[in-house]
């Protein structure tokens, strides 16, 4: 079974940056989609971002512009660059991904189990 399993967080100031990891405890064949959702205290997880197998990425409007979502040339790690960080940023992130493992078998819903990452002076 390949797992998701992410990195990165912690405690920054309002205006500084920080690097998530996504890293797939297996190899795999190929990605078709990728994405990083958050959860904040008290609310409902959103999408944040996503990047497809072409490479085409989107992003919350909450985010556009500061954060960029990428992932390795293998597409074993997915990555979010968060920059200019505000407290509201403040939650649980996850990323989640839809692949296909080395025997060709489709896992479209699979779920890291969060990275906290808070954003405060």
């Known amino acids: 079974q390949v797992q998701l399993v992410e990195s990165g967080g912690g405690l920054v100031q309002p205006g500084g940056s920080l690097r998530l990891s996504c890293a797939a405890s297996a190899r795999i064949r190929s990605i078709v989609t990728m994405a990083w959702y958050r959860q904040a205290p008290g609310k409902e997880r959103e999408l944040v971002a996503t990047?497809?197998?072409?490479?085409?990425?989107n992003y919350a409007t909450s985010v556009e512009g500061r954060f960029t979502i990428s992932r390795d040339s293998a597409g074993q790690t997915l990555y979010l660059q968060m920059n200019n960080l505000k407290p509201e940023d403040t939650a649980v992130y996850y990323c989640?991904?839809?692949?296909?493992?080395?025997?060709?078998?489709?896992?479209?819903?699979?779920w890291g189990q969060g990275t906290q990452v808070t954003v405060s002076s």
């Open positions: 990047v497809t197998s072409g490479g085409s990425t």
């Open positions: 989640n991904g839809d692949f296909l493992t080395t025997g060709w078998i489709r896992r479209p819903n699979v």
